[in-house]
């Protein structure tokens, strides 16, 4: 997208997906990272960006507070956005209000599949997955990085339970696992997400996905995904280096 773009088809607003300024931000990350808007360039103004995607003001503006939180753009008061950096830190924040949020997690980053595997059940993810230890499972374990960047900011194991024969082909195929994670985790799917945070030491095998030292301190994250029926889809471990990754939500009242 170029300064002079046109507006786009005005009818297309009408179907805009709640959390439209994240799309927006992501084009222009993406737009950023790939040259169309080299550093010390500005990038359009809010009135065009609104003409350009048929959005207001006001998610113009959260859109470029989200490019803005992945340093590659400086707001001067008066000129506009200037491009900064086109490679995105590391560090990585993660807002969380709601499920549609969270799961929009996997558009915001890329998940890369390391393994896939049987496994029998340990006590803890068995917990997690209301089974019985030494049941058998499905086990992903992969990295997480920002699109256009491979520096590893997550490792994540991933439990899957499930009877299907096809599903469980497809989850033990490298090539399909992620893909059919994602299809599992449509937001039709998922009634809610039960959460748990805590700090830790990284063991052998999360420090080396990493590259961190065994036993460095790592934020971890739990999360259970539950469908309409009340049953566990999968229930996922991830660590992340406690500089590289924040989390940040907001509690209202009911």
Not at 47 to 54: A, S, T, V
Not at 195 to 222: H, I, N, W
Request: aromatic fraction near 8%; glycine fraction near 6%; charged fraction near 25%.
């Amino acid at each position: 997208m170029k300064a002079t773009a046109s507006k786009k088809n005005a009818g297309a607003t009408t179907a805009q997906p709640r959390h439209r300024y994240r799309q927006v931000a992501q084009e222009l990350i993406d737009a950023i990272t790939a040259g169309t808007y080299p550093v010390d360039s500005f990038l359009p103004t809010e009135k065009i960006l609104c003409e350009h995607y048929g959005i207001s003001r006001y998610t113009a503006r959260e859109a470029l507070d989200v490019v803005e939180a992945a340093g590659l753009i400086e707001r001067r008061q008066g000129s506009g956005s200037v491009v900064v950096s086109n490679t995105p830190p590391v560090h990585y924040n993660h807002n969380v209000q709601n499920i549609d949020d969270l799961l929009q997690y996997g558009n915001a980053s890329r998940l890369r599949a390391l393994e896939s595997k049987e496994v029998l059940l340990d006590e803890e993810p068995a917990r997690f997955l209301k089974s019985n230890p030494g049941a058998k499972a499905i086990l992903l374990s992969g990295v997480r990085h920002q699109r256009n960047d491979e520096r590893v900011f997550s490792f994540t194991r991933i439990y899957f339970v499930t009877g299907s024969a096809a599903v469980r082909k497809a989850l033990l195929d490298p090539e399909r696992s992620v893909l059919t994670m994602l299809k599992m985790l449509d937001l039709k799917n998922v009634d809610h997400i039960e959460q748990a945070f805590s700090a830790t030491g990284a063991d052998r095998e999360t420090a080396q996905a990493l590259g961190c030292a065994e036993g460095a301190p790592v934020f971890r994250t739990d999360r259970v995904y539950v469908d309409r029926r009340g049953k566990v889809v999968l229930y996922a471990a991830s660590w992340h280096p406690g500089h590289l990754f924040s989390y940040s939500t907001v509690l209202q009242r009911a």
